[in-house]
């Protein structure tokens, strides 16, 4: 059963309803949802889902199912379940996943101020990091934090297309990370445009202008192994 995936037309949306198509052990699956799952380098989301009695279900994380497009609504411990065919209210902890969009999003500026292959990549609500196959001594935290802020300062929107496979495999130079191939198979691949900075494949949620970012800090930069060194950053604000 896929789910359809209201985050991703419109990643502002906090609050939703839905029905409860299935109760596994591993989690709640429902005809559409608002939350993100983990994937992508990007944490869940949490949040709750409202029954119609007022009960609530704390939902501690969100993660992909088996089947494409199947998302596990991952209970607290000791949280009641629903029973399917049941109408819930959907609310997502919209301050966390704020803070997961500015993050997101300002590695994708990030990655066009370091140019070096991604290797891998994390966000987290409080830092995000990547990984680059670099040499070290072509890091230098203070000029990463300062170009960083440049372009997000510009304010430039954000955009979502969509190209066809095949138009991906024609420009195999907008994959910058190695460790994560975009997905394949159902023919077409969603792409985050920042006009004149970024534009690479992502299935993620992002903001839509990269002012809203405001600026990031580096934290730190160190070797995670012989090809890795990893880019630690987080909200200036936070
Ligand atoms: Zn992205």
Known sequence: MSTELLFRDDAYRSTASARVVAVHDRGIELDATIFYPQGGGQVGDTGVLLRENG????????????APDSILHVPAAATRQPDVGETLSLEIDWARRHKLMRLHTALHVMSCVVVAPVTGGNIAPDKARLDFDIDMSLLDAERIERETNALIARAVPTETVWITDEELDARPELVKTMSVQPPRGSGRVRLLRIAGIDLQPCGGTHVVNIGEIGA??????????????????ALADS
């Open 216 to 233: 990031i800090r580096v934290l730190k930069i160190r070797s995670e192994g012989r090809r890795n060194r990893r880019v630690e950053i």
């Open 55 to 66: 009960e609530r279900i704390d939902i501690a994380d969100t993660r992909k199912g088996d």
